[in-house]
């Protein structure tokens, strides 16, 4: 049953200290040893008068009986004097006492009878010796989880634990649980009387300080001794001292620093109802007062169940200090700030602004507070609805760091000289300042017009945010913006990077996390890796954080959806993203960041024949780029919506004279947009049954290259389909199929990040032999803008950005080198 020492079984001249704390089984363990002698014993109860004593002694020598002696701190230094000498003259002794010795002739006699014998050091029981106590209690057959509750409870002491285990085999603590769980119940004040009865009397002779300082222990707070002492109105000494008495008299187990739970849950029982409330506002002013962290000092109090006023400005505390770190927690906080005592619009704002985070519902007719937090999550929630127009209505005044995101939203809605305008204010406003994030999110804003030149920044604003997550409800995340104007530079490595750090860091809360995913999928199809797109899309470990989308992200999962169908030729499945979000398009929250989503429901809508209800949209959209100043990136955007959209309804003319037009911007634009421009031309001469083999192949090849290989395989599919060559159609054919190979259909390797297939496989070979891209079309009956579309497709997978990475990288793909 002991913890630690050995059990011993003294001789006839045996003689044994045992030492422990009182409730350790000191009396116990005397009784075990007396029983196992073989020789008459004589009990020495102390205090005792000298008289008494020296007859026991006497009675001792005479009959050649063992000397007893219970508790033996409790005697006088005269009592101790006798035992001492009857021990030198050689009497058999067995005493037990607690830990500590404070006077002289205890340590004399404690010296001499352990010289004589051994030394019996009780501790807490293990899990055995909680298991005899059970069962000598009553309880048949034990379960382990009823040992290790009780072992907990009680902290290994005997006598707490032989007072729980007769409770439970009598079924008093047996009513918290289905199980009978003696944690819980003791938690929930389900304490047994004989317990309660116990620590009443080791109480009793405690001065009034060291009352104070058990009643903020029993709490079982882990805090400071200077927290203790503040909320016990006393000095650290006086808790230092008070944790030792308290110790020895069994109610802090050895090795411990906290009461035992039973016992704590005992002292807590017998507080007056308005005594506990009162010693509650204490420890909780003195956790306030004390500096400690705003949410250790929640965390202790809610630990404490600790409900008072005081108690809510510390929960209040808490749930500011994660509002933007952890706002699923910090709603939780709020929301125990309010059962705490907490006026609810005292907490509102802050509970608006984690839910915001979280994707939930908010409802903000009651809500104030500080106006630019207010504007802020109002704004918020617009750019959620898709609604951008109105997010730069709520931030048209807002100060720093507002005026950052005032930016963005001026940008969304195609007014650049505004968005300039907040970039500015929010760097030059003296009032507050605006985290780094945000001043680049700003500055990225006001470069609408160019949006190869907004990347950077953008870069530059989603690395700061991880660095240093700015403490605001993000209308849109700097990671998801330079996805998006990533993608429409044709860079998708870059936007997959941002995205998955995004994830990674988890800027901008759940809300964001569940965007970034979608755009990652949708990023990934556009790019034609269909595989590792669904992959995206399936449930995650907490399928509930799909639960409340957003209307913005509605919008981009119908997208997804639509643009999967389209590319796989489901019209069932075209039709079902396509009427899942008809209504969302007839809100018309459309905006300039959106257009590449656009387009993908547009040109379904299309294919369904629905234009008249995607139109309006199309109407939007160019309002917007041309309240912009038609900046070339976003008319060739727009141009290139429309152009799909004539190829779908097979308009030849609308298509000729679309593709003029934006053959004339393309030029002034970027890399895409010029594959754009040019394919926009092809695709003309195509409807228009004029089709030149080596013009299409290289259009396709330059589309694959800025990362549209599904627009480029379509148009040479169809250029096949309409050409009256056979030859040619062959060859039309065999290229298409080599621009889709590795996106479309089969084998476990397609589509992958990182993983190539079997031709980029013997590419790859033919790459390492320092053979040209004409010499590798030869070989594999490839045109040479093939073969380029497949290194370039190779380059991205294996996240090479050099030729020297990229032949690394080869050389380490399991099939390209034997």
Known sequence: MQAHGQMTTPGADATTVVVGVDGAGRSRRLRDLAAALDRPVRWVTLPSSDADLDLVLTDARAAGAVVIVDDAHHGQPSSWRALAAAA????????????VVRAVELADLDQVVAAAGTVDQLGPLDAAGVAAVVTEAGVTEPDEDTI??????????????????????????????????????????????????????????????????????????????SVVARAAGVTVATVADTSNVLQERGMIAPGSASLIPA????????????????????????LLDSGTDPLLAAVQLRRARVRTPTAA???????????????????????????????????????????????????????????????????????????????????????????????????????????????????????????????????????????????????????????????????DSPHALGALVAGLAGDVSTAERLLLAGLAAGVGGPVTA?????????????????????????????????????????????????????????????????????????????DLFAIEVLEELVVTAARLRRMV????????????????????????????????????????????????????????????????????????????????????CSVAGDLATNQLPWDASRLVGQAAIRTTDATAARRLLEHARGLSAAEVGGGEQRGRAGVLSEREIAVGRMVLEGRTQREIGSQLYLSPKTVEHHVARMRTKLDASSRAEFLAALREHPGVVD
């Open 88 to 99: 030198r003259a050689g009497q058999a002794m067995l005493i037990a006492r607690r830990p």
């Open 148 to 225: 290790e509750e009780i072992r907990t409870a009680s902290g290994g002491m005997a006598a707490v634990a032989a007072s729980l285990a007769t409770a439970t085999s009598r079924g008093s603590v047996a009513t918290a649980t289905s199980r009978g769980s003696v944690a819980t119940a003791t938690s929930r004040g389900l304490v047994p009387a004989a317990l309660r009865a116990r620590v009443q009397r080791r109480l009793a002779g405690l001065p009034a300080d060291s009352a104070a300082v058990t009643q903020v222990l029993a709490l079982l707070l882990d805090v400071p001794d």
């Open 263 to 286: 016992v704590a849950a005992a002292i807590r029982t017998d507080l007056p109802v308005v005594v506990r409330r009162q010693l509650h506002d204490r420890v909780a002013t003195a």
């Open 313 to 475: 400005v510390a929960y209040a505390r808490a749930a500011d200090h994660l509002r933007f770190r952890d706002p699923d927690a910090a709603v939780s906080w709020y929301d125990a700030a309010v059962e705490a005592g907490a006026q609810p619009a005292a907490v509102d704002l802050g509970r608006a602004e984690a839910a915001t985070q979280l994707g939930t519902p908010v409802d903000l007719t009651d809500v104030s507070g500080e106006p630019a937090r207010l504007a802020i999550v109002v704004a918020a929630i617009a750019a959620q609805q898709g609604r951008w127009d109105r997010a730069a209505e709520a931030l048209a005044d807002a100060d720093r760091p507002g005026a950052a995101l005032a930016a963005v939203a001026w940008a969304a809605t195609g007014h650049p000289e505004r968005a300039g305008d907040a970039a500015r204010r929010a760097r030059t406003e003296p009032s507050g300042g605006t985290p780094e994030a945000l001043a680049r999110l700003a500055e990225a804003a006001a470069g609408l017009a160019e949006p190869e030149a907004m990347l950077p920044l953008l870069i530059e604003s989603a690395e700061a945010a991880q660095r240093t997550p700015p403490d605001v409800v993000l209308p």
């Open 514 to 590: 569940r965007r970034h995913q979608l755009l990652l999928a949708f990023t990934r199809m556009r790019a034609g890796r269909y595989d590792t797109a669904a992959a995206e899309l399936a449930p995650g470990p907490d399928p509930t954080a799909w639960d409340h989308p957003t209307a913005r992200d509605q919008l981009l999962a119908a997208a997804l959806a639509a643009g999967m169908a389209r590319r796989s030729g489901d019209v069932a499945r075209m039709r079902e993203a396509w009427n899942g979000v008809e209504t969302q398009l007839a809100r018309r929250a459309v």
């Open 613 to 696: 209800r995607a139109q309006p949209v199309m109407d939007v959209l160019d309002d917007l780029v041309a309240r912009a100043g038609d900046p070339p990136t976003w008319v060739v955007a727009v141009g290139w919506i429309r152009v799909q959209v004539a190829v779908a309804l097979e308009d030849a003319a609308t298509a000729a004279t679309l593709a003029g037009e934006l053959a004339t911007a393309a030029p002034l634009a970027g890399p895409r947009q010029r594959a754009q421009g040019a394919a926009a031309l092809a695709w003309a001469d195509v409807l228009a049954g004029k089709v030149d083999v080596d013009r299409v």
